[in-house]
């Protein structure tokens, strides 16, 4: 057993893909047209990390109660984590590439810790080994 999808809702699907596979360099596995339940247009667009592993579902808001929750997922906490093999030199990357990072990197008991924000405006740890 294996957790294959979280969603986040995002305003837009074609900005939403150009942050996570453009600034994350997350790789687009999926991107069809679809129906919502009651027949209407919308997209079924899914991303993962390079390698697999848990993916992402980018469903655009439909509605209000959808749009309200639009970077609000998790209420203002960290809610997504993101492990790299090198915390700093992924931090320079994504920040070359346009990422908010709303604090420079710092090293805790568990790793090597910075806190970006995504494109509909979540807060992610971006993760990394502690330093040897």
Do not use: C
């Not at 360099?25 to 999926?30: C, K, M, R, S």
């Not at 697999?52 to 906490?77: E, F, I, K, M, P």
């Not at 093999?85 to 320079?92: M, P």
Request: net charge negative.
């Amino acid at each position: 057993m294996r957790l294959d999808l979280a969603t986040v809702v995002v305003e837009d699907y074609d900005e939403a893909i150009d942050f996570f596979v453009g600034a994350l360099g997350f790789d687009l596995v999926e991107d069809a047209p679809s129906l919502t339940n009651d027949g209407r247009p919308k997209r079924w667009v899914v991303v993962r990390p390079p390698g697999g592993g848990t993916g992402l579902l980018l469903a655009r808001a439909d509605g209000a109660d959808q749009t309200a929750v639009v970077g609000n997922q998790v209420a203002g906490r960290v809610g997504f984590f993101l492990r790299v093999d090198d915390a700093d030199a992924t931090h320079a990357r994504m920040t070359a590439a346009g990422v908010r990072f709303v604090a420079p990197p710092r090293t805790e008991p568990y790793g090597r810790v910075a806190v970006f924000v995504d494109i509909a405006g979540n807060r992610w740890d971006l993760l990394g080994p502690v330093p040897v």
